[in-house]
C-alpha cells in the first residue's frame, strides 16, 4: 500500500515531480484506484476548512495547518478546524455540535448523524458559515503579495525619477497593456480613468491566482463558483450603477428599430444585463475547473497505466497541458478584464446617434 | 446547475467581496493611483521633450535659413562692392589715359610750334646770313671784277642778258 502514498504526495505535487519513477507495484484493484483518484480531485477541487499541503492516508496523517471556523448560530461561534480532526469527527462548540460533510459543515446531534433526502442532499441545519477557509487564505496571500508587489511599484517611481526598478518593473508593460489596450479602446479616453483600479485589481488577481492554482499548493480559486460569482457581480453592479442614460435607453426603447420591434428588444436586452456578468463568472469557473481537472487526471493516469509506458506518457501530457494551463491562466485573466472593460465602455457610451 | 449551487459557499463569497473590495480602495491609494500618475507624467514629460527638440529643430532650420540668407546678402554686397570699384578703376584708368592723351598732345603741338618758329627763326637769321655773306662776297667778286671796265662792261652786258631771259 506503499503506492498510495506516492500518488498522494504525487498529486499534490502537482506537476513538478510527475515523473515515471513508480517504484511499488501491486497486484491491486485498479477500480479502486480510480475511484481514490476520483475523490482526490473532487476534494482538491473544493475549498477546505485547513490548508492541508499533502496527506498520507494510511498512516492517517495529514501535513498542513488548521485554519479558523467561524460560525453564526444563535451566537458568533469561533474554533480551530482542527476539532474536526480533517472531517472525521464532530466538534462540539458551546453546546452545538457540527460535522463537515461533502466540504459544508452541517449542525448534527452530539454522534454525527447526518440525514439525506432521496437526492443525496444532506437535510441537516446549516450554520451561516463564515470560516476563514483554505480558498480565503488564498486570496488573502495574494492581496498581500499583490499589495507589497504594486506599493513597491509605486514607491520605486518615486524614488528613481519616474522610472520603476525591482520587480515591479516586470509588471509595468502589463499595466500599460491593461491602460492602452484594454482600457482605452473599449471604455475611451475620457472615461477609462475610474475604472482602472477595478480593472487592474481584477487582472491581476484572476492572473495571480490562476497562477496559484497551478503550484503544488493545490488551491483552486479561481475554479471556485462563489469566487467567481463575486467577481462577476462586482462587474454587474459597477456596470449597471455607472450606467448612463443612453445605455438604459438602448435597453428599455432601442433606437432606430420599428416601435414592435422595441417591445421584443426589451426584455432580450434586460436578460442580457444578467447575462453578461454570468457568463463570465460561468467562463472563468469552468475554465479553471476543467484545467484542474484536465491535468489532475492525466497524472493520475500514471497510477491507472502501471507499465513503463504510462508514466513518461503521463508525463508528457501533463507537461505540455501544463504549459497551455500558463496560456489560459493569463488568458482567462485577459478575457475577464477585457469584457469587464467592454460592458463598462457600454453602460457609458454617449449617444452618437 | 444544481452542483454550483450546492458548492456555493456563502462564506466564501461574502470574504471574497470584502477582502476584494478592500483591496480595490488600498492598491487605488497606494499602488494604481501613484503608478498611473507616475506612467502619465512620464509619457507627458517625453511627449513635451519630443516637441521641444521638434521646435529646437525647427528654430535651427530657421536661424540656418537666416545663416544662409545673411551670408548670400553679404555675398551679393561684395560682388557689388567689388564690381563698382572694377569700374571706377576701368572708369580712373580711362580718365587719366584720355587727359594723359590730351595733355601730350598739348605738349606735342606746343612742341611743334615752338620747333616752327625756331626753324622760322634760324631760316630768317640764315637767310639773313645767306644774303650778308652773299652780298660781302658779290662785293669782293664784284669789287675785283670792276676793277678794270671791260670787267664791268661785259657784267652789265651779262645782267642784261639775264633780264631778257627772265
Known sequence: MQKRTILKTFIALVLIFSSGNLSAKEESEGEDTKTVIKEFIDHHLQDSYDFTFFSDKEA??????????????????????????????????GGSYYKIDHGKIYKTDASGVITYDEDHHATNAKPLDFSITKNVVTILLVCILMFLLFAGLAKSYKKNNGMPTG????????????????????????????????????????WFLNLLGMTPLGVNVTGNIAVTFALALLVFLITNLSANKNYWGHIFWMPGVPVF???????????????????LMIRLYANMTAGHVVIMSIIGLIFLFKSWIGGPLSFGLAFVLSILELLVAALQAYIFTMLAALYFGMANEEAHH | ?????????????????????????????YAWGPILKAVNDREEGIKNA??????????MQNLQADNE????????????????ARQLK?????????????????????????????????????????????????????????ADKDKQLELVDAMLGDVTLN
Open chain 2, 90 to 146: 576701368e572708369s580712373m584708368i580711362a580718365d587719366a589715359k584720355a587727359e594723359a592723351q590730351t595733355e601730350a598732345d598739348k605738349i606735342v603741338a606746343q612742341a611743334q610750334a615752338t620747333i616752327d618758329s625756331e626753324k622760322k627763326a634760324a631760316i630768317a637769321d640764315l637767310k639773313s646770313h645767306v644774303a650778308e655773306l652773299s652780298v660781302e662776297i658779290a662785293e669782293k667778286v664784284v669789287r675785283k671784277e670792276l
Open chain 2, 50 to 59: 519630443l516637441q521641444s527638440a521638434e521646435e529646437a529643430k525647427k528654430e
Open chain 1, 167 to 206: 520587480l515591479g518593473r516586470l509588471m509595468e508593460p502589463l499595466v500599460l497593456f491593461i491602460r492602452d489596450d484594454i482600457a482605452i479602446p473599449n471604455i475611451g479616453e475620457k472615461k477609462y480613468k475610474k475604472f482602472m483600479s477595478f480593472l487592474l485589481t481584477i487582472f491581476f488577481f484572476i
Open chain 2, 69 to 84: 540668407r545673411i551670408l548670400n546678402e553679404a555675398r551679393a554686397e561684395r560682388d557689388g562692392m567689388l564690381k563698382e
Open chain 1, 261 to 279: 420591434m422595441k417591445f421584443i428588444l426589451a426584455p432580450i436586452e434586460l436578460l442580457g444585463i444578467f447575462i453578461k456578468p454570468f457568463s
Open chain 1, 60 to 93: 492517517g496523517k495529514h501535513y498542513g495547518f488548521p485554519l479558523p471556523v467561524i460560525l453564526w448560530d444563535n451566537g458568533l461561534k469561533v474554533f480551530s478546524s482542527s476539532k474536526f480532526h480533517h472531517g472525521k469527527t464532530v466538534a462540539e462548540v
Open chain 2, 1 to 29: 446547475m444544481e452542483k454550483l449551487i450546492n458548492d456555493f459557499s456563502f462564506g466564501l463569497f461574502f470574504w471574497q467581496i470584502i477582502i476584494f473590495v478592500g483591496l480595490i480602495f488600498l492598491l487605488k491609494k
